[in-house]
């Protein structure tokens, strides 16, 4: 199967400011992927780039088009949910399932009312007049509706209370994702969709540091929490990054003799935060 | 072209304003008709009736006129500004709306849709008024003020008026899509002080006054150029005493209004198709813009 994003020596630069720097990517159908990195990493320019929403450098196809060009094209079979609470507040919830009915060709306005249903959202209100929360179920409602191939969702919990994250992460799960979706995902809160991603990518300074499936790193990542008096054997299998946990010392390995590792206490894979987190600080152990 | 309903739609939705404020005037006007003294000598004769009617209609028109200039002028600015302030624009851009089709439907509600409410209002709003006050004057039959012809040769005027000034302005309404779709805030002042400091540029370092005559004409040269001034010496209908402009054996007689309009003089200006070229221009850029505003 062909890539649904294919991304070839992607550049983007603000004045003088790199903010994608030869970037290459792609993500193949029905994978949820996330695109985690710090703030300033590039994130967002990727994704704007990969909806059409900036210019760039380089080679981008997303659904065999190129976004920039042909946005509106692509916006009938990607969607995205670009930041919490961007509907406009001058309009109602009615008119806006209307319109989308109207001017997009997968909407479908009975599927968005019936998720709606599920909340105490009424259809006569305007988006203004209702909370953070609600205003991002009515998106995700708009947003779910849509019998869309690509879904980008870029921090779409940002600023929400912990109910209304579970809320929308929940819905997501149990009303919208199939083999058939693919979704590309960035987000702060990587705890909250660890459990969805199937590959992570990793983003620094504009470059792609990481690029694995959730596979992987279990095949390709250790951690192991050290005692002190096995520190020093265990550092001669070179961990790539360490850091102090009550007492011990977390070692964090890439690609190493599984079987030896294992004399120096009980390996485990380490969380996406917990990698991203050593990744990040490689170069200087602490 | 659906698509284009619904956009236009939407901006009905958005801006209450295009009917509230035409509403507004009209219920005011038809409140001062109902309350207001008449003079019953308006109606002495019906020479002062006529020239009264036209006169009335007229005033109304440009009443109306006046308001809609000024709110198209606050639409156009803010149409693409908006959104872009309240970051709603990444769920438009959401949508498989192009952002061609999304600046021309604003630039539709501009230019046609705003001007026909108005449009609407003013005719509604002149004949409910000739109407009350031809019962308040009640020593005239009811249908006194009711004067066909004239009101006739403002409707054909209204819409000469429409789609002229549409034309007209162009360059105008382009450098207000311009700069609504690029300014980050203050979109009013970008809208003036560019031409002032381009003019005042000119001015000090080279010591000509091109630019000002050329901003100058395109603002103020429309009605010498959509309109036939009378021989005589009256430039326009506002110009002339009621019982000059409207009475039968005047100028401005029934058949005026097809003399003073002059679309063949407006068509054969050569500045009326620059200014379309450079309103098409202007627009293009808009479009351009809005396409790489995507990031706010």
Not at chain 1, 199 to 221: H, N, P, T
Not at chain 2, 38 to 47: H, I, K, L
Not at chain 2, 94 to 114: E, H, N, R
Request: neutral net charge; hydrophobic residues 50%.
């Amino acid at each position: 199967m062909s890539p649904l994003i294919q991304a070839r020596d992607l550049s983007k630069k603000f004045g003088s400011q790199v903010a994608l720097d030869h970037v290459s990517f792609a993500v193949q159908p029905g994978r949820i992927v996330g695109l985690i990195g710090p703030n300033g990493a590039g994130k967002t320019t990727a994704l704007r780039a990969v909806l059409g929403l900036t210019t760039y450098d380089g080679a981008l196809e997303v659904l065999g088009r190129e976004p920039f060009r042909e946005r509106a094209a692509l916006m009938s079979e990607a969607s995205f949910i670009a930041d919490v609470a961007v509907l406009p507040s001058w309009l109602s919830v009615d008119h806006a399932i209307e319109f989308v009915g109207g001017v997009h060709p997968r909407f479908r306005a009975d599927r968005a009312r019936a998720l709606l249903a599920k909340t105490d959202i009424a259809g006569h209100r305007r988006i203004r007049e209702l909370s953070k929360g609600m205003k991002t179920m009515v998106h995700l409602a708009l947003t779910m509706a849509i019998d869309a191939r690509l879904l980008v969702l870029d921090e779409p919990t940002l600023g929400l209370d912990i109910l209304a994250r579970r809320g929308f992460y929940d819905a997501l799960v149990n009303d919208y994702m199939d083999d058939t979706r693919t979704i590309l995902i960035t987000t702060h809160q990587v705890e909250e969709v660890e459990n969805l991603l199937t590959d992570v990518l990793f983003i620094d300074k504009g470059r792609i540091v990481l690029d694995c499936s959730m596979e992987d790193i279990a095949a390709r990542y250790a951690a192991i929490a050290v005692t002190e008096d096995k520190l020093g054997a265990a550092r001669a299998e070179q961990p790539f990054h360490e850091r102090p946990m009550l007492g011990k010392r977390i070692l964090y390995f890439e690609s190493p003799n599984f079987e030896r590792l294992a004399a120096f206490g009980d390996v485990s894979t380490p969380s996406v935060a917990d990698l991203f987190v050593a990744k990040l600080s490689r170069g200087a152990p602490a | 072209m659906n698509t284009y309903v619904w956009l236009v739609k939407r901006e009905f939705w958005e801006n209450r304003a295009i009917w509230i404020i035409p509403a507004s005037i009209g219920v005011l006007l038809t409140l001062a008709s109902l309350f207001g003294t008449v003079e019953a000598t308006f109606f002495d004769s019906p020479e002062r009736t006529r020239s009264m009617t036209g006169m009335m209609f007229l005033a109304f028109g440009a009443l109306f006129f006046a308001a809609m200039s000024l709110y198209s002028y606050w639409y156009l600015l803010d149409c693409l500004y908006t959104d872009r302030r309240d970051r709603s624009i990444l769920f438009w851009k959401s949508l498989p709306i192009s952002d061609t089709a999304t600046v021309l439907s604003k630039l539709f509600v501009g230019l046609v849709a705003i001007p026909i409410v108005y449009f609407a209002a003013a005719d509604a709003a002149s004949l409910l008024a000739a109407f009350v006050l031809s019962v308040r004057a009640h020593s005239l039959p009811v249908n006194a003020l009711w004067q066909p012809d004239v009101w006739l040769q403002l409707q054909a005027t209204w819409i000469y008026v429409i789609v002229t000034t549409a034309i007209w302005y162009l360059p105008v309404t382009g450098w207000l899509l311009v700069i609504s779709a690029w300014a980050k805030r203050a979109v009013m002042l970008w809208s003036i002080l560019p031409p002032l400091a381009v003019i005042l540029a000119e001015r000090l370092f080279i010591g000509t006054h091109v630019c000002l005559r050329m901003i100058g004409d395109r603002l103020l040269g429309y009605s010498s150029t959509a309109f036939n001034y009378p021989a005589h010496g009256a430039q326009w209908p506002g110009d002339m005493s009621g019982d000059q402009a409207f009475g039968p054996s005047t100028a401005w007689g029934p058949s005026t209004a097809w003399r003073i309009l002059d679309p063949r003089g407006f068509v054969s200006n050569p500045a009326t198709w620059i200014g379309v070229l450079i309103g098409v221009a202007l627009i293009a850029a808009a479009i351009q813009l809005r396409m790489r505003k995507g990031d706010c």
